[in-house]
């Protein structure tokens, strides 16, 4: 009797250590996994945060270019007659700096349909722009 009365004992004995390990593993791995879920939260936030400065970065630089733009295209209403000479220069010196690059490559040779299409569109533009 003594003898099962120490077996029952020691059966108790382990139960508890078992139990007392399984709550401590418990414990473990409940803290492990809320410190893992307060990482992802915190990852989140700043993931969202960053977004959101960033977002408010690109609509300010939006914002003060639409302010810029409106304020030259406003400059340039204001001044457009007098600006109108420039643009027909600058558009006969493209031409003519396209026509020089053309030009310059000596082994170029525009003939048939496809040479007649280049030169006719030189040409319409040349008359566009004189006619400005």
């Not at 302010?67 to 109108?84: C, F, G, N």
């Not at 026509?99 to 299409?117: A, E, F, H, V, W």
């Amino acid at each position: 009797m003594q003898r099962q009365s120490c077996r029952l004992i020691d059966a108790e004995n382990i139960k508890s250590l078992a139990e007392a390990r399984s709550n401590a593993y418990k414990t473990k791995v409940m803290k492990e996994a809320e410190a893992y879920k307060i990482q992802q939260e915190i990852e989140a936030d700043n993931t969202a945060r960053m977004i959101k400065e960033n977002a408010q970065a690109r609509l300010k630089t939006a914002q003060s270019k639409t302010k810029a733009l409106t304020r030259e295209s406003q400059a340039e209403e204001k001044v457009s007659d007098k600006l109108e000479a420039v643009r027909r220069h600058t558009e006969k010196m493209a031409l003519a700096n396209a026509l020089k690059n053309l030009s310059s490559n000596g082994k170029m040779i525009l003939s048939g349909k496809s040479g007649k299409d280049v030169l006719e569109y030189y040409n319409k533009t040349l008359d566009l722009v004189s006619q400005r």
